[in-house]
């Protein structure tokens, strides 16, 4: 996990070719609707419509051909910048290559790192990640890893990673991850370290808060990073969208006996649709020997380096969760036990990132609203670079240290 680079050959954002075709209709297609904007006949969002109309009147009386020359020019040009982007993601040299950290346990394709110091007698940590991305987002680079900055403050902190399904865990459901696996970690943990406090990051925060609910005597405590709850706050667009598409997203389930990368990728970038295009073309314009850049790199290899998820969680997280909104409507159950968060006594610390687009922060507040003990931090940033950006240590790693310390000293 820790040793080398996922991108030996970097291809580009993925899936390439969809970008590519979003980005090309985005950018293009405004030659073609200008005529039924300016007329007035063009559909917009009825939250658009002031803005749209605003801007229509203060290009009044412009010269027709003129603007739609400028207008093919701006096309071009952010779609050259895009292009430029990708190609010098390509080529840059960064390669991540961080010291190989000892594995203590191994089942199925499931491995636990033990990040601990030599000598370390601080509190016990449980790191959880998510099931849809790899664990080293919590070990980045050397600067920027919350593994390291936990043991660098003498905590023992121990990363669960979860790695992409293989044939066994193509078969699991929620219940076999986080009853089976989940719990046999935490086994591991206790006989090694002694008590741990869970730390969930994302998706990881909901296996986290259900180990805990199901062991709460095992752990001191459990800290929620960007985790989602009530799946329709702020709104239920995104659940709409699963809804529409659940019958192709079922076939590709029962074709490929998991979620491919491929489709989760696309699911996520419907969040943002223009978001990839921005951000490469500002990475074009960086100076590529940077550090601004080498972080930029890093964190696309890992982007790119995704997992499937195994076709019965990606069931129950599509459908039940996004969908039917199961675990904020207290439907959701494992080993027959409802997952109610008032029935987790123990501190929770529920740090939301306000500018969280993944999991917007009224998703995650619902939870920390729910857990009779939580207390809940704010962060200024958003659900990614809560843990790799540069306000991290300050914003997320001291505070979050700062407690696990303080509940393990009770």
Not at 111 to 119: I, N, Q, S, T, V
């Amino acid at each position: 996990m820790t040793q080398s680079s996922p991108a030996q050959h970097r291809q580009g954002p993925r899936p390439l070719p969809f970008h590519l075709l979003t980005q090309a209709s985005t950018l293009f297609s405004s030659r073609a609707v200008l005529p039924s904007w300016k007329n007035g006949s063009f559909a917009w969002k009825p939250h658009l419509r002031p803005a749209a109309e605003a801007l229509r009147q203060a290009l009044d009386g412009l010269d027709a051909e003129a603007f739609a020359r400028a207008l093919d020019a701006e096309a071009q040009r952010r779609m050259e910048g895009f292009l430029n982007g990708i190609e010098a993601y390509r080529a840059h040299p960064y390669r991540r290559a961080l010291p190989e950290m000892p594995v203590v346990w191994q089942e199925g394709t499931t491995r636990l790192y033990d990040y601990a110091l030599p000598g370390a007698t601080g509190a016990v940590v449980l790191v959880i990640p998510s099931l849809v991305n790899r664990a080293y987002i919590l070990d980045l680079t050397q600067r920027r890893s919350l593994m390291r900055y936990l043991a660098e403050k003498g905590l023992r902190p121990f990363l669960v990673d979860w790695d992409a399904p293989g044939p066994e865990e193509k078969k699991f459901g929620l219940d076999d991850y986080i009853r089976g696996r989940l719990g046999r970690v935490l086994d591991v943990v206790l006989t090694r370290a002694g008590r741990p406090s869970l730390v969930g990051y994302c998706m990881g925060g909901l296996l986290g808060l259900g180990l805990g609910i199901l062991r709460q005597d095992d752990v001191r405590g459990v800290a929620l990073l960007a985790t989602p709850w009530d799946f329709h706050q702020p709104d239920t667009t995104q659940a709409k969208l699963c809804n529409a598409m659940r019958a192709p997203l079922e076939d590709a389930i029962a074709f490929n006996g998991e979620l491919p990368v491929d489709v989760l990728q696309t699911l996520f970038t419907s969040i943002d649709p223009g978001g990839c295009e921005r951000k490469f073309r500002a990475f074009a314009a960086m100076k590529q020997r940077s550090a601004k850049a080498r972080d930029f790199v890093a964190m696309e290899d890992w982007l790119n380096d995704g997992v499937p998820l195994a076709g019965p969680v990606a069931k129950e997280c599509l459908f039940d969760w996004y969908v039917d909104n199961a675990a904020a409507r207290g439907m959701w159950s494992l080993g027959g036990t409802l997952m109610r968060p008032e029935k987790f006594i123990k501190p929770v610390l529920a740090m939301v990132p306000a500018k969280d687009r993944i999991v917007p922060p009224a998703s995650a507040l619902s939870l920390a609203g729910a857990l009779p003990q939580a207390r809940i931090r704010m962060v200024a940033s958003g659900h990614i670079g809560m843990v790799t950006g540069r306000r991290a240590k300050s914003d997320v790693y001291g505070t979050l240290t700062k407690w696990l310390t303080r509940i393990a000293e009770r």
